[in-house]
Structures are given as C-alpha cells and as structure tokens.
C-alpha cells in the first residue's frame, strides 16, 4: 500500500498558530477602538422660579411631561424616592423609542446643581453631565446643561450634532414646562 507522504508536523502547527495569532489581532484592534471626547452645552432661560425648575430636575417622573423622554422605566430605575426628590446614588432609566439609558446622580445642591453620569448607556461612554440653575435678576431662572462623553469614531460622526440638538430639546422643554406650570404667586 502506498501512501502519500504527509506533511511535517511543524507545518500544521505553525499554520495553526498563526491563524489563532491573526484572530485575536483583529479582536484587540476591534475591542481597543479609540474612543473620541465630545461636549455638549445648552443655556436656556425660564420666567419661571429655580425652586420650580428644581423640584422638576429631580422628580424622575416627571421627566416624560416636559422632556423629550418617553417614559420612566421604573423596573431598572433603582433608589428613586417615592415623594419625587431623587438623590445622589439613585438611578433613573429612562426609555426612548426602544432605547433605554441609566443616569446614576452623582451631585445635588439644593435648587443650584444636579449631575450625573452614565450608569448603562450603550452607544457613549464617561458620561458626565451638570444642570446648574442661577436665579435671575427677576424671579426667573437661568438653566445651564452641559456635558462630556465618549463614543466610537463611527458614533462620533453624527452623535454630537444629535446629542446637541436633544439636549436643547431638552433644556426648552423643561423651561417651557416649568413656566406653564409655576404656582401662583
């Protein structure tokens, strides 16, 4: 019987080798994507009060009639209070459209300064944002929301545009829902 000669057995193995090398290459240049900083910054002014604006900021709930939020997602929400003053640790998911992002609060000055960072938010990362609120000269209030981020190189194409336009969205919805809804004086 004849048989064809088989190939060295260093061969196989060095294919081997370099097939396992050349896989995990491009899994570490696919996981170690650089990530690019990014900011956002919105001021906007309200008639209304800081202690009417403030009393919004930190209610989770009622996020969804002023922002451009969807819902409270209450079951990922952890440490909310019930009598609608969150604070510093609680985190507040909130849904839009099939998207759900976490916010965990990270600092509170009592009608002044609420912030927080990304507790589960998949497309940006190092999400830090601060909402300050300066009285002004009437009996309005300044709103000031501003942030940083991160996101993929891909997602840093249209994500800051995006991002910026959401937050002044945001920021005039809560002055115009704060307005409609001050108490009477």
Request: hydrophobic content about 35%.
């Amino acid at each position: 019987m004849i048989t064809a000669p088989r190939e060295p057995s260093h061969v196989a193995v060095r294919y081997r080798v370099n097939h396992v090398f050349l896989a995990g290459y491009a899994t570490r240049i696919h996981s170690q994507e650089p990530f690019t900083m990014h900011r956002y910054d919105v001021t906007v002014t309200t008639g209304a009060s800081p202690e009417t604006v403030w009393k919004l900021l930190v209610d989770a709930a009622s996020w969804p009639l002023w922002s451009k939020v969807d819902s409270l997602d209450r079951a990922r929400s952890v440490g909310l209070d019930p009598g609608g003053d969150d604070g510093v640790g609680a985190v507040r998911a909130f849904r839009t459209g099939r998207t759900v992002t976490g916010e965990r609060l990270t600092e509170k000055v009592e009608r002044r300064l609420l912030a927080y960072e990304d507790a589960f938010n998949t497309p940006m990362h190092s999400y830090h944002a601060r909402i300050e609120l300066t009285p002004t000269a009437g009996s309005g209030t300044v709103i000031h929301w501003h942030g940083t981020y991160e996101t993929s190189w891909l997602m840093g194409w249209y994500m800051p545009r995006y991002l910026q336009k959401f937050m002044q969205g945001m920021a005039e919805g809560l002055a115009r829902y704060a307005e409609e809804h001050k108490p009477a004086q």
